[in-house]
T-cell receptor, first 113, second 112 residues
Framework: GESVGLHLPTLSVQEGDNSIINCAYS??????FIWYKQESGKGPQFIID?????DKRQGQRVTVLLNKTVKHLSLQIAATQPGDSAVYFC????????????FGSGTRLQVQP | DGGITQSPKYLFRKEGQNVTLSCEQN?????MYWYRQDPGQGLRLIYY???????QKGDIAEGYSVSREKKESFPLTVTSAQKNPTAFYLC???????????FGPGTRLTVT
């Protein structure tokens, strides 16, 4: 993903609303995608992942959608809570050798009480 | 209590000094990774290791070195050759056959 430097895209939602965070990935050969949540000064925490043979995967309050045609990934959070406030990163993996993750630049989610 | 530990949480060094960041995991994971994160940006891969005694350069390896003498340990040395060492450094690990990486809490390095 393209770096946005110090100015992360920010999504501001009301508590209880649904949130949708979008991500454009870079490599059409990517076969694995993952969403992480990162709170300030902490390491990323796993939220949900999906493989390229799927279009949708659901977890608890979260859903990931994959559109391979346009190389787009989205994370939906239902009934957003103040504790969901954080920076969210998508990452992709395509290198079968190293299986390292390539991260996007992130989106800051702010939940207003 | 299993997990990944990084120490210290905050580290301060003078320019021109080498510094080593610790990463330890007791998850019995085969692969370990080092990432660098700058303010408002995503993570960039520095080095990775898939097995003991073997490691490979990532996308931004210049000015860094690593070792993998034990499965549970993957220390990162930031050398004086790294032009902009001030950053948040994250270590991750994963078991074989799985793509999800587990991250440590990070070390914030400030070089003045």
């Amino acid at each position: 993903g393209e770096s946005v430097g110090l100015h992360l895209p920010t999504l501001s939602v009301q508590e209880g609303d649904n949130s949708i965070i979008n991500c454009a990935y870079s490599n059409s050969a990517s076969d694995y995608f993952i969403w992480y949540k990162q709170e300030s000064g902490k390491g990323p925490q796993f939220i949900i992942d999906i493989r390229s043979n799927m279009d949708k995967r659901q977890g608890q309050r979260v859903t990931v959608l994959l559109n391979k045609t346009v190389k787009h990934l989205s994370l939906q959070i239902a009934a957003t809570q103040p504790g969901d406030s954080a920076v969210y990163f998508c990452a992709e993996s395509w290198d079968t050798g190293r299986r390292a993750l390539t991260f996007g630049s992130g989106t800051r989610l702010q939940v207003q009480p | 209590d299993g997990g990944i530990t990084q120490s210290p949480k905050y580290l301060f060094r003078k320019e021109g000094q080498n510094v080593t960041l610790s990463c330890e995991q007791n998850l019995n994971h085969d692969a370990m990774y080092w990432y660098r994160q700058d303010p408002g940006q995503g993570l960039r891969l520095i080095y990775y290791s898939q097995i003991v005694n073997d490691f490979q350069k990532g996308d931004i390896a210049e000015g860094y070195s690593v070792s993998r003498e034990k499965k549970e340990s993957f220390p990162l040395t930031v050398t004086s050759a790294q032009k902009n060492p001030t950053a948040f450094y994250l270590c991750a690990s994963k078991p074989g056959g799985v793509d999800e990486q587990y991250f440590g809490p990070g070390t914030r390095l400030t070089v003045t």
